[in-house]
């Protein structure tokens, strides 16, 4: 099994919808989690964390479910603008104090006028 | 002025050369990494580096090695290039939080790097 899996997409929807990714990881050792954004041939942007209480930050929504192991992010309201690839990424933590990133293979999402 | 930049933005290069990528930071991060990226693939770790003297392997170091010459500058080799290496390169910086939290990683903007 894959250390980080989402489904690759294509998403297409249309402006003003409402549209959910899912993401799994394996590794339940696994700390910090985040969603990265990453634009037609331009590096990845951290979007949001995402911590087990859940966050919201405008549009935006990320939810964390630690038993299940998987991460989720909901965009609502789609702008022409939030076209990208979303980035699942996971964070674990390597003996006493070093961790790296683990990304997922991302979700494409396209939204059209 | 971008606070992760890379040189060159774009090689091609020929199999059996050495090639060498530069990633600058003016963020005053301790951490520096270099990932390469793969249509479907995702971003892969090739080396890590969590101050001056510390380098790390990643997931994919065989047929790459680093130097950490300063805080600020990493730079990944390519000692003899093959054409799977051909890939989009990206450097990133992170911030060392207390008890070993890392939060953001920034990234530089990528070098696309072509090996006939």
């Known amino acids: 099994r894959k250390e980080v899996e989402q489904d690759p997409g294509p998403f297409n929807v249309p402006e003003g919808a409402t549209v959910a990714f899912n993401c799994t990881y394996s590794?339940?050792?696994?700390?910090?989690f985040f969603w990265y954004r990453q634009d037609c041939r331009k590096e990845p942007k951290l979007l949001m964390s995402v911590y087990s209480s859940g966050n919201e930050d405008g549009r935006f929504t990320a939810q964390l479910n630690r038993a299940s192991q998987y991460i989720s992010l909901l965009i609502r309201d789609s702008k022409l603008s939030d076209s990208a690839t979303y980035l699942c990424?996971?964070?674990?933590?390597?003996?006493?104090?070093?961790?790296?990133?683990?990304f997922g293979k991302g979700t494409k999402l396209s939204v059209k006028p | 002025d971008a606070d992760v930049t890379q040189t060159p933005r774009n090689r091609i290069t020929k199999t059996g050369k050495r090639i060498m990528l530069e990633c600058s930071q003016t963020?005053?991060?301790?951490?520096m990494y270099w990932y390469r990226q793969d249509p479907g693939l995702g971003l892969r770790l090739i080396y890590y580096s969590f101050d001056v003297k510390d380098i790390n392997k990643g997931e994919i170091s065989d047929g790459y090695s680093v130097s950490r010459q300063a805080q600020a500058k990493f730079s990944l080799s390519l000692e003899s290039a093959i054409p799977n290496q051909t890939a989009l390169y990206f450097c990133?910086?992170?911030?060392?939080w207390g008890q070993g939290r890392i939060e953001t990683q920034y990234f530089g903007p990528g070098t696309r790097l072509l090996v006939l």
């Open positions: 990133a910086t992170s911030e060392s």
């Open positions: 990424v996971v964070m674990l933590q390597l003996g006493g104090s070093q961790g790296n990133l683990i």
């Open positions: 590794n339940s050792a696994s700390q910090s």
């Open positions: 963020k005053g991060h301790d951490r």
